[in-house]
């Protein structure tokens, strides 16, 4: 943590870190070494007890207040250079959204990881992509950004808490016509991983089908996305609808 405020010092003026602690108590040590730069603030929420990843993660951005936000595993497991790919995505390429992909030629994940977990990995990411995603064949990596106004709308909008949530945020993305840029990735650490693959793997496919079961009940219909995306294809398809004659500039050949 200490040296993403450190990469985010040289690069915005202004920032903040918030750390979320799940109820496990152990984020102290993450940031008690870490120092605020100029126009920083880092803080800590704590939660009463452990209601999943998809909670804590929901609990930080609900309180960001950034332009854009950006959230990851507390060890920074890709580094800091994509977040900052994904600060420029955002402000100066405008996407809705930019979401790391382990499935990329360029990316270094799938061969870290235990034979095990990339089995599992590989049947929830096809079983996702035709139940919900619809092509989105990594819909986990720890590593997503949003545009500030597209983050409150969708997390708004949140109901799954534990490792199923990012399906949920791709899936109300893609239903609402949001722009999504896919990145590549490099596992720069590997933590110890908190998944049991028996109990979290049945328990996330349950959360599918209940993403699903929303999608048919109409459960996410949000009408200040789907405003958003209206008022931003007007203002680019505004241009295309003045006749050719009227256009500044332009000369009309007869």
Do not use: W
């Not at 202004?14 to 803080?43: F, H, L, N, Q, W």
């Not at 209601?51 to 609990?59: Q, S």
């Not at 239903?175 to 990735?185: F, T």
């Amino acid at each position: 943590m200490a040296r993403l405020s450190h990469a985010l010092s040289g690069r915005v003026p202004t920032y903040e870190i918030i750390v979320v602690d799940d109820g496990a108590g152990d984020c102290a040590s993450a940031i008690g070494s870490m120092v605020a730069g100029k126009g920083a603030s880092i803080r800590v929420i704590t939660l009463p007890v452990n209601r999943g990843k998809g909670a804590a993660v929901a609990e930080g951005m609900r309180a960001a207040s950034g332009e854009v936000r950006v959230f990851t595993d507390i060890d920074v497991p890709y580094g800091t250079t994509p977040i900052m790919v994904i600060e420029a995505l955002i402000r100066s390429r405008g996407f809705h959204m930019v979401i790391g992909d382990r499935t990329f030629p360029q990316s270094r994940y799938e061969t870290e990881l235990p034979f095990g977990r990339r089995i599992a990995s590989s049947v929830f990411s096809h079983v996702t992509a035709t139940l919900v995603t619809g092509g989105f064949f990594d819909t986990q990596c720890g590593l997503k950004g949003f545009r500030g106004d597209v983050a409150e709308a969708l997390f708004g909008l949140q109901t799954v808490d534990r490792f199923a949530f990012d399906v949920e945020l791709i899936y109300l993305a893609l239903k609402n016509g949001l722009e999504i840029k896919r990145i590549p990735v490099m596992l720069e650490t590997k933590s110890a991983s908190t998944v049991k693959l028996g109990s979290d793997s049945l328990r996330t496919l349950i959360d599918v089908g209940r993403i699903k079961l929303n999608q048919m009940r109409g459960a996410y219909a949000n009408h200040h996305l789907s405003t958003l995306v209206a008022r931003e294809c007007g203002a680019l398809s505004a241009p295309l609808q003045t006749p050719a004659f009227a256009r500044p500039g332009l000369k009309v050949r007869a």
